[in-house]
């Protein structure tokens, strides 16, 4: 009986090399969580939440120069936001390297990776799962932030989503950084959802 950490042992392995030891043992704490949250909320999508959860940090490790040429040798977009603050290149570079380095074709993956820094407005089942479970998983420091999103990720995933998007956008604010509009969008779009069910 072959296990997903047998089946994807080879990019662990690369993974490892590539990552800080910190990064690393992130990242499989997210693959573990984002394939626990796909048992509560889509079973099928547990082998696929694994995957995006073990890659979706693969461009971290990366110098904020080396962010910003892999991004104009790809062709991706940059932002004024992402210009201040290259980390954020992280998550639409992390996509390619999860197609071109690791080998995942799976759109959907590739998605959810693009966008686990900021989100975005009515996400599917598969990237809320990752947005969420960068947050939650058990190597995260045990603060009140984010000990309220972990008590909402198993219970209701648009609650979830909405904590997340707040902790996100008051983590930037409280450090003087002006906020990506597109993780104002995901808020405002997952607080009308709360207000919807009348929850906040
Ligand atoms: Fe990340
Ligand atoms: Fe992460």
């Known amino acids: 009986m072959i296990t997903l950490s047998d089946k994807y042992r080879e990019i662990r392995e690369r ?11 992130h990242s499989l704490g997210v693959a573990a969580t984002a ?24 461009a971290k490790c990366m110098s904020d120069e080396e962010k910003l040429r892999l991004a104009e040798e790809k062709g991706l977009p940059v ?38 820094t900021l989100g975005r407005p009515e996400m599917t089942t598969l990237e809320a799962i990752l947005y969420v479970s960068d947050y939650v998983e058990p ?28 902790t996100a956008v008051d983590y930037t604010r409280n450090k003087g950084q002006a906020v990506d509009p597109r993780s104002l969008a995901t808020l405002e779009y997952y607080r009308n959802r709360m207000e919807e069910k009348g929850l906040s």
Do not use: Q, W
């Open 79 to 116: 932002n004024s936001y992402e210009k201040a603050s290259p980390g954020l290149l992280h998550a639409p570079l992390g996509a390619v390297l999860a197609e071109e380095v690791y080998g995942v074709r799976d759109e959907e993956i590739l998605s959810a990776i693009r966008l686990h």
């Open 35 to 58: 394939a626990c949250m796909a048992m509560r909320y889509d079973i099928s999508l547990v082998e696929r939440a694994y995957l995006a959860g073990l890659v979706h940090d693969a």
């Open 139 to 166: 190597d995260r420091p045990d603060v009140p932030y984010f000990r309220a999103i972990r008590e909402a990720a198993f219970r209701d995933l648009d609650e979830a989503c909405y904590l997340t998007a707040k």
């Open 15 to 25: 993974l490892k090399n590539s990552l800080s030891e910190a990064r690393y043992a």
